[in-house]
């Protein structure tokens, strides 16, 4: 049956589509046919998922579930297929970061973090800007990016830890103001 559906015409078999509208533009529905076809081949569906995707997905778990972290930008970098045969390889997480690099403000960035954290007490916090102002104190905003990313690499390291409203975050998903404190 062909149908047309989020404005491209398709052949459809009606078991991955939620609505489907046929020639005339009207929407039909899954039918109890279609569902009990389900039923025969044996198709699990996951609580609240009607698109049969769970079984597509069943695959997925059984990959491992490796992660590391990027090089440069101490983000978080997650298995592939891709990366199958070369996972030992990976170091980057993108193009930019392996032309970027390491540079030795990325290394004086670190040692500016470990530094102020060591000064004050075990509680305490610092900003990523107070990293970046004692390594050029006229030009420390180029630095925020690098600052943040060298608090990454430390929190992969375990290190340090990246806290917002006091609460620890994930470094690779982490929007906002950060503050950073000693691991505990």
């Given at each position: ?14 078991l ?10 009207r ?6 046919r ?17 698109c049969g995707r ?17 090089a ?7 298995w592939r ?18 032309r970027?690099?390491l ?8 040692t500016?973090i ?7 007490a075990?509680?305490?916090t ?7 102002r004692?390594?050029?104190?006229q ?7 690098p ?16 806290v917002?409203g ?12 950060i ?6």
């Amino acid at each position: 049956m062909i149908v047309r559906g989020r404005g491209y015409r398709r052949i459809a078999d009606g078991l991955h589509l939620r609505y489907v509208t046929d020639h005339t533009g009207r929407t039909l529905r899954r039918t109890a046919r279609l569902r009990k076809i389900r039923q025969e081949q044996g198709r699990l569906r996951l609580p609240g998922c009607s698109c049969g995707r769970a079984d597509r997905d069943r695959s997925r778990d059984d990959a491992p579930v490796d992660e590391k972290a990027c090089a440069v930008c101490g983000r978080r970098i997650t298995w592939r297929k891709a990366w199958e045969r070369d996972w030992e390889r990976v170091r980057y997480c993108s193009t930019g970061c392996r032309r970027r690099g390491l540079r030795d403000s990325d290394a004086a960035l670190e040692t500016a973090i470990r530094e102020l954290l060591a000064a004050r007490a075990r509680t305490s916090t610092i900003c990523p800007s107070e990293a970046a102002r004692r390594i050029d104190p006229q030009g420390w905003r180029e630095l925020m990016t690098p600052a943040r990313m060298a608090a990454r690499r430390l929190v992969a390291r375990g290190e340090v830890q990246i806290v917002q409203g006091g609460r620890v975050v994930d470094p690779s998903t982490a929007k906002g103001p950060i503050r950073i404190r000693c691991a505990r």
